[in-house]
């Protein structure tokens, strides 16, 4: 802020200036002549600092309203930018770790089928073999054939699917002119494989002879509902599928349950479907089925049949089929063992192509098939557990788009070779994440990223505001003094001569002749003392051709002042000369000058008027009333 001394020194130069500047265009008036051009001038921009000023401060505020908000949108851009950012990061993370898991899943489950497959078919291949040699050697033929070891070559075989609960069969295929001798072979070998079995497994609740006598049935027989589910005698034309030997021994609580000589033809739908297609294409087929726990409970699982030919070639079209090796195996244990511990959150949903067979016949087609219709169970592999969700489709849904699917189980069966109406056997697994795995990989690095990026916003705004702070109270010390200047201005000149002052000092600092470092913050000096003279400028002269010039002297003031104390000289003259400036400001009139008791002004100028002699006696006449009253007052 500029010091009083200064103010002062400026209103003192300034006053002494502006008498420079209106005696030179009152002398120009009076006398009719002027070194400047009496041509008209053009309108002239007002141009006052403290008015451009206060339009750059309004700039300024909308400038600082534009900053913030483009502040405000770029934290909030940046702020959601990083918070997607990292939040797809994890999704990727997610997804590139979910289709790890997805392949090893199904490389596991699929090389555990296709390792068991290809176990399966080398035993019947054996036992093919073998019938073969034995046929040769006692001049028989299947159905008649036991296989040798059976308990422990069909334990190395289910040893492969590391379950719990597998069971294996032999079914032989008897034709109807065959039961009676089948029925007696049975009896004969059923001590011989009992007794191997028992040794096996170890059993030592019972011996062979007492299966034979209290459980095993002596004829192919099957459970009739109309008669109580009691074991009735085969007796419907055609060929049977005879279960003979089994592993286990089929037990179930403890308790001997065989199913030795049961037709299977007759026991299952599944089974004879699966027949019927295996009899057709001699291959292998799989299908649903449920598999006993206890008495109470059952689990879905997978009913495997593959076709036993005489001989070792079982692909071989000209070799007679003479039974069927019958598995069945939870569909739970293609799964488990397939991650690592602490590998979760993994869901499996199996789909067979062929739907759900009914009581009233068996169903093929896959038309307008609802839920329940489906072959479908969904699993939850949990690193190398597998726990059953349900027997129907249970994935969440708002994973369909990361599905990964792949055929399961590829029987290689030609679709040409099934009658019209078939269902070609196929298993297809689909994989999906689970909402577990995917919150494994949710962590609290949005929110933090977004905080970081807000306070990191937040600091800089309050540096710019600090900074702002700075150059807008820097601002208000030059506006203050810029304002104290133009009300000095304002008061020494009049407002057409300021103005034409403030043009000029605009005009030279647009053309680089405008102030220095030393003339001030805005160089008036130069224009008010006279410096422009030094660059070729012309000085401010007007020409008034009609005026009046009103001069106003207090009579006997001399001898009066030297009597009186010089501030009650200056209360006279504030208080006269006070009255006189509102009068000439009412009546338009503009004051040149006082010289001690001497009021000086002039009626017509600088704004050039027709009556300005009635101006200036009205405004003579209202000053000597003014006089008396202020005298009176004083008195």
Known sequence: MPSKSTDDEDTRSLTSRKSQLTQQSFASSSGGRSGSSSEPTEPRQVF????????????????????????????????????LLVKQQERSDFENQFEAYASQV????????????????????SIGAHAATEHARLNTSWPFCTIPEWSVQAQKLLELTGDEHPALGVAHIVQEDERDQW??????????????????????????????????????????????????????????????????????????????????????QQTEELYRITK?????????????????????????????????????????????????LPWM????????KGEDGIVVVLESACPKLVEAGITTGRENLTESDRNIITYQVDGPNA??????????????????????????????????????PSLTLHVYPSAELEASFQTNNPIIYTVVVVVIFVFTSLVFLLYDFSVGRRQR??????????????????????????????????????????????????????????????????????????????????????AREPHQVFILLETIYGA???????????????VGDCYVSAAGLPEPTDDHAAVACRFARDCLKKMKDVIRKLE
């Not at 339009?55 to 918070?83: C, D, H, K």
């Not at 489950?109 to 290809?118: G, L, W």
């Not at 129907?392 to 099934?418: C, G, M, N, R, W």
């Not at 002269?541 to 002297?553: E, G, I, M």
Request: glycine letters at 8%; a negative charge; charged letters at 20%.
């Open 48 to 83: 006052s600092f403290p008015t451009v000023g206060k339009r750059e401060e309004a700039n300024v505020m909308r400038a600082r309203g534009l900053v913030a908000l483009i502040l405000l949108l770029a934290v909030s851009g940046v702020a959601t930018a990083a918070n």
């Open 106 to 125: 199904l490389t596991v489950s699929r090389s555990k089928a296709d390792q068991f497959f290809d176990a399966l078919d080398s035993f019947a291949s």
């Open 183 to 268: 029925n007696s072979y049975a009896a004969e070998q059923n001590p011989l494989w009992y007794q191997e079995s028992i040794d096996h497994e170890g059993y030592t609740e019972f011996t062979a002879q007492e299966l034979i006598d209290n459980k095993t049935i002596p004829f192919v027989h099957f459970y009739d509902p109309e008669n109580g589910f009691l074991p009735s005698p085969v007796t419907r034309p055609g060929e049977v599928l005879a279960l003979f030997q089994t592993y286990p021994l089929g037990l179930s609580m403890g308790n001997p349950m065989l199913i030795t000589n049961i037709d299977m033809l007759l026991g299952s």
């Open 280 to 328: 057709i294409t001699r291959r292998p087929n799989i299908g649903f089925t449920r598999i006993p726990i206890d008495l109470e409970t059952s689990i879905p699982g997978s009913q495997i049949i593959q076709p036993i030919f005489n001989g070792a070639d079982t692909k071989a079209d000209d070799r007679k089929m003479g039974a069927l090796l019958i598995v069945r």
């Open 333 to 340: 244990g293609y799964f488990t063992h397939a991650l690592a």
């Open 387 to 424: 726990v059953m969700l349900g027997e129907t489709d249970l994935h969440d849904p708002k994973y369909d788009a990361l599905v990964v699917s792949e055929v399961f189980i590829d029987l290689d069966i030609d679709p040409s070779q099934l009658p019209e109406g078939s269902c070609l």
């Open 477 to 562: 010390t030059v506006m203050d003094r810029i304002a104290k200047q133009d009300r000095i201005v304002s008061d020494v000149f009049p407002t057409a001569i300021r103005d034409r002052l403030y043009e000029n000092q605009a005009k030279n600092m647009m053309n680089g002749s405008g102030a220095g470092d030393d003339d001030g913050p805005f160089g008036l000096e130069e224009t008010f003392y006279g410096r422009s003279s030094e660059i070729g400028s012309a000085p401010l002269a007007d020409l008034f051709p009609s005026v009046t010039v009103v001069f106003a002297d207090l009579v006997g003031f001399t001898a009066w002042s030297s």
């Open 580 to 594: 006189f400036d509102k009068l000439a400001y009412r009546h338009g009139v503009f004051k040149v000058e006082t």
